[in-house]
């Protein structure tokens, strides 16, 4: 089994920054694309930014410049810097993986953690 744990959300001022975490943990041969989404409420859940195994990152039109997307093999982990943080960015952000085990290819969600950006 193969799961993944967000950490750093939670409540911050417009202009502010926060920094996201993902672990990925279980019987894990290789992970693929990793990447963070974010529901904000009454939409639909939408891509913030992904990177390749091979580092290579692309990101929705409404972060750049302003989040960066990084991951360090070694821990199986990704991270999302969120600088200039602004209220419409308020949401769940989730973490996702393409995730290689023993036995098969997973696409892997985690629970989500809370962004809130106040005015």
């Known amino acids: 089994q193969v799961q993944l744990v967000e950490s750093g959300g939670g409540l911050v001022q417009a202009g502010g920054s926060l920094r996201l975490s993902c672990a990925a943990s279980?019987?894990?041969?290789?992970?693929?694309?990793m990447g963070w989404y974010r529901q904000a409420p009454g939409k639909q859940r939408e891509l913030v930014a992904v990177?390749?195994?091979?580092?290579?990152?692309n990101y929705s039109d409404s972060v750049k410049g302003r989040f960066t997307i990084s991951r360090d093999n070694a821990k199986n982990m990704v991270y999302l810097q969120m600088n200039s943080l602004k209220p419409e960015d308020t949401a769940v952000y989730y973490c996702?993986?393409?995730?290689?085990?023993?036995?098969?290819?997973?696409?892997?969600w985690g629970q989500g953690t809370l962004v809130t950006v106040s005015s």
């Open positions: 279980g019987s894990i041969v290789s992970i693929n694309a």
């Open positions: 996702n993986a393409g995730v290689r085990t023993v036995l098969r290819y997973r696409d892997v």
């Open positions: 990177i390749t195994s091979g580092a290579s990152t």
